[in-house]
């Protein structure tokens, strides 16, 4: 998988038919920021505050880390991301897909490329955190196979988190641990 910001590091086909191309960009890039903000956005409109969560942006760079941005016609559309934890699972961070661009299937491109770069980065879960008042998010990790998991982080015991998470799949050529049944 390659990480150069001038050409894919992966492509989807949309439900309408139309490609969305995935660049890794730095968490700090101006693009990666306007999503980002839109992002917060969000989460000011549906919990009255801005995400409380610290973010290095050096966190998301790789081996440890990506931020992807998914353009559509050369617009960007969505974003995701994924770091490392010190538990040595991989957190996705920041899935956002703008209001123009929803129900395409962007949000489902953007996972699987994520799922796929932390598992070749040798991780073989993926946790994220999301709240209560993200129906369309909780809908999308349900069909993705996300279940729930223990809380972590600044809002382990907030009422509105919900946490899930689920095992990546083993690279061929890769045995499952000995304790799995």
């Known amino acids: 998988m390659s990480t150069s910001a001038d050409r894919p590091?992966?492509?989807?086909?949309?439900?309408?038919?139309?490609?969305?191309?995935?660049r890794a960009l730095p968490y700090?890039?101006?693009?990666?920021?306007?999503?980002?903000?839109?992002?917060q956005q969000e989460y000011l409109r549906r919990y009255g505050g801005r995400d409380a969560a610290e973010v290095d942006p050096r966190e998301f760079l790789p081996p440890r880390g990506l931020f992807l941005v998914a353009e559509v016609d050369g617009v960007p559309a969505g974003c995701g991301a994924w770091r490392a934890l010190p538990s040595g699972q991989a957190e996705v961070k920041r899935v956002y897909v703008a209001?123009?661009?929803?129900?395409?299937?962007?949000?489902?491109?953007?996972?699987?490329?994520?799922?796929?770069?932390?598992?070749?980065a040798g991780h073989t879960e993926i946790v994220?955190?999301?709240?209560r008042r993200q129906p369309e998010a909780l809908a999308l990790y349900a069909e993705l196979g996300y279940r729930p998991v223990p809380g972590y982080g600044v809002y382990a015991c907030s009422p509105q988190a919900v946490f899930l998470g689920k095992p990546l799949a083993l690279r061929d050529g890769e045995e499952e641990p000995s304790w799995a049944s």
């Open 9 to 22: 590091v992966a492509r989807g086909v949309l439900r309408d038919g139309t490609v969305a191309d995935l």
């Open 99 to 120: 209001p123009g661009f929803r129900r395409r299937g962007i949000a489902q491109v953007v996972v699987a490329a994520l799922e796929e770069s932390a598992a070749a």
């Open 128 to 131: 994220l955190n999301s709240g």
């Open 28 to 39: 700090d890039d101006p693009v990666a920021q306007h999503l980002v903000e839109q992002v």
